[in-house]
Nanobody
Framework: QVQMAESGGGVVQAGGSLRLSCAAS????????MGWFRQAPEKEREFVAG????????NYLDSVKGRFFISRDNVKNTVYLQMNSLKPEDTAVYYC?????????WGKGTLVTVSS
């Protein structure tokens, strides 16, 4: 059974930084394209950042390019999202999943709140 355990969210002032972690179990993160997604209040969930399984090629939502960075620890089987220069519009629940996401792999997510 695949499980994603997201952590690292919190409340931060605009301009601050957070590092999110996603500990995966039941799958090996290097065998899949992995991604971070987010869902803001009253909005649909959207893709934020992705990393390929073998080459570690990354891609990002335009609005986070240059501020967010996705990475992976193969030994810990964990995917990270370093978020810098946070803005109030980054406020959302953040999730990790394969990319494209699989419906039965969603975890509980971690809430990020950016105050102005």
């Amino acid at each position: 059974q695949v499980q994603m355990a997201e952590s690292g969210g919190g409340v931060v002032q605009a301009g601050g930084s957070l590092r999110l972690s996603c500990a995966a179990s039941g799958l090996t993160v290097t065998a899949y394209r992995m991604g971070w997604f987010r869902q803001a209040p009253e909005k649909e969930r959207e893709f934020v950042a992705g990393i390929s399984g073998l080459s570690s090629t990354t891609n990002y939502l335009d609005s986070v390019k240059g501020r967010f960075f996705i990475s992976r620890d193969n030994v810990k089987n964990t995917v990270y999202l370093q978020m810098n220069s946070l803005k109030p519009e980054d406020t959302a629940v953040y999730y990790c999943n394969t990319n494209p996401p699989r419906s039965n792999y969603w975890g509980k997510g971690t809430l990020v709140t950016v105050s102005s």
